[in-house]
């Protein structure tokens, strides 16, 4: 994600719990016009229809979403999809745009990227394969203090059980130092710590196995320590600078310091487990869509869906976006859909765009961190955004 989200400060699809933070900043929508978005009518909007299809499914199966989703997911289902003009229709005639901004009246944020990566693996621990990519432990607790404090509602914690006291869980320098006392189950083997580390970060990828399978994985949860960018304590070092950190130049920096690789990864004691997900059925809409899963609990549409802080922008809402690509001034402008949270996705003006699977989508994504502005696509006759129940 930019930089690797701004060198590793972001990117998971399905964030874990962040630890306690400042209020969200307030967001300010302000009616605007069709032709407030730069490229609107030159954007082939028909391309997010699979990604709008699936979210409705989400949206309107939830209770609370439901009253606000019914009617355009309703009207879409009479949409032909693969007709631009129609598709272009349906969303001037069902959403009104309204333009996002902060409480300062800032309405230009920063825009990051992230990916799905591919992995070579093993389900087996060998030579080759030695870095262990482990399912939720058994003894991870979730603590919820609400329930203890009425004022803590909202917050929680990760912790175990030691004796007869509840403490922090391992931390990532605890967990690859004592495997004994740590007891998870591992789902597969990988050959390189700093891929499995950028796999944390991503929140989700593929694993392809020595008889020619590929594994899909995807977060399932976050040991509680607080995450701590190592593209960040890079910088502090003086190993890098703020403009060339990316994750090309922090992978090439492993490379050329094997020996301090595991030192560098222990400065951050956030360590992310996951669960392995089945493919998506042959000739289904998910199989369409071929992503791995968001925070709506849908697959993720590639170049066609971003992470939003949920706060500020609702999640599952079609977005317009107006930015550019990677170390570049050409336009990125485009209809696309909020159907993902990240750890450091905080803020009203404030996305990440999924590239999506491969290497050209892991080089757009390590380099992207440009200025974006946003309009917020809402259904009309719903309450106003920001007044919704």
Known sequence: MAWLCVAFAGCQTVAPPAPPAAPPQRTVFTPAAWSDLPGWQSDPVEDVWPAFVAGCRALVANARKRATWQAPCA???????????????????????????????????????????????????????????????????????????????????????????????????????????????PLVYVDDPVEAFFLEIQGSGRVALPDGTVVRLNYADQN????????????????????????????????????????????????????????????????????????????????????????????????????????SAAPLERLVLAQDTGGAIRGPVRADFFWGFGEDAARDAGRMKQDGRMWLLWPKGAPPPGERP
Not at 97 to 104: G, K, L, N
Not at 148 to 166: F, I, M, N, Q, Y
């Open 224 to 327: 509680g320590h607080p995450y701590r960018s190592v593209g960040r304590v890079l910088i502090d070092r003086g190993e890098l600078t703020r403009d060339s950190a990316s994750m090309q130049s922090i992978r090439a920096w492993a490379l050329a310091h094997p020996d301090q690789v595991r030192a560098l990864l222990d400065e951050n004691p956030s360590y992310v487990f996951f669960r392995e997900v089945a493919p998506p059925a042959p000739g289904s809409l998910d199989a369409r869509i071929d992503g791995p899963q968001g925070a709506l609990g849908v697959p993720l549409l590639a170049r066609r869906t971003i992470a939003v802080d949920p706060r500020s922008i609702p999640l599952g809402a079609p977005v317009y976006l107006a930015t550019t690509r990677p170390l």
């Open 75 to 185: 009207a879409g289902e009479r949409i032909d999809g693969a007709d631009p003009v129609a598709v272009r229709a349906f969303f001037v005639g069902h959403f009104s745009p309204w333009r996002v901004a902060s409480a300062d009246g800032g309405d230009v944020g920063l825009v990051t990227g992230y990916y799905e990566p591919l992995l070579r693996g093993s389900r087996v621990r060998t030579a080759e394969f030695a870095v262990p990519l482990y399912a939720a432990p058994d003894d991870l607790l979730t603590v919820e203090l609400g329930d203890l404090h009425p004022e803590l509602k909202g917050k929680r914690v990760r912790a175990r059980v030691s004796g007869r006291k509840v403490v922090p869980y391992w931390s990532r320098a605890e967990i690859e130092r004592d495997a004994a006392a740590f007891a998870a189950r």
